[in-house]
């Protein structure tokens, strides 16, 4: 929910130019012009999401069931019910696929269905970061900055290149694939492949075909079509089994997710990121 008249035309929204975007990597920044408080509910994404909050005064508040932090954090996949808002300011937003959430975060990649503060996975290297950002001349710069940081840490963990291939179907296939099929593909058992994938992006096959799958979906209800239209072209069963979906994953419906302010600026800051 957005507080009462704040809306995305209060924001500016700045991303990388095509050339500096990195694989498995993207990056939007924004600035809230309004001094009036905003909270928005985030909705799942089939990525590792960082929230740097460039802010002097932390800015950004996030919240979960049990759970509030003021500053920076990081949301892994399927993080249930998070809101996040704050009154003014700018920030950073880094989405990282689960291949690329590895590599740069080692075993805190680990973080399906968790949210903790960037501190605690990022390291004591956290507020350095956090203050040349903040004191970057521009948004190309910051982006920039956050690249270099990214490549500094990558390799913490070992992907096997049949794991990013599994990955890489998952989302080529919007999430209508069967484990059976991805074992085959790489020449894998089943067994090896879900004890794999499992150990090394923090989710198992069947759960990061679901969330890409809904994150489809989402998309498409964002888009304005009907609920039935989008269980069918989704993989659905029918409406309802896309109800349950949307309910067990967001705790809402297909229609709140249809109107929800998080997707409303995808076009914008993930042009790259769009469903066909």
Known sequence: MLSSGWTWADVDIAVPRPADRLPGIAMAGFRQRAPGPAEIAMVAHPSVTLIL???EAGGVVCATEGWRHRGSF????LPGRLHTGGRGGECLQIRLSP????AVLGEAAGLTGTVATLEEVWGRDTRQLEQRLRTARSWDERFALA???LARRAGRRRVEPEIAQAWRRTVACRGRVRVEGLAEEVGWSRKRLWSRFRAQLGVTPKSAARLVRFDHAAHLLAAGHPAASVAARSGYADQSHLNREVRAITGTTPAAVATAPWLAIDDVAWPATRPA
Do not use: I, K, R, T
Request: aromatic share 0%; charged share 15%; hydrophobic share 70%.
């Open 147 to 149: 690249a270099e940081a």
């Open 74 to 77: 990081v949301a892994g996949l």
């Open 53 to 55: 909050d460039l802010s």
């Open 99 to 102: 291949v690329a959430a590895a």
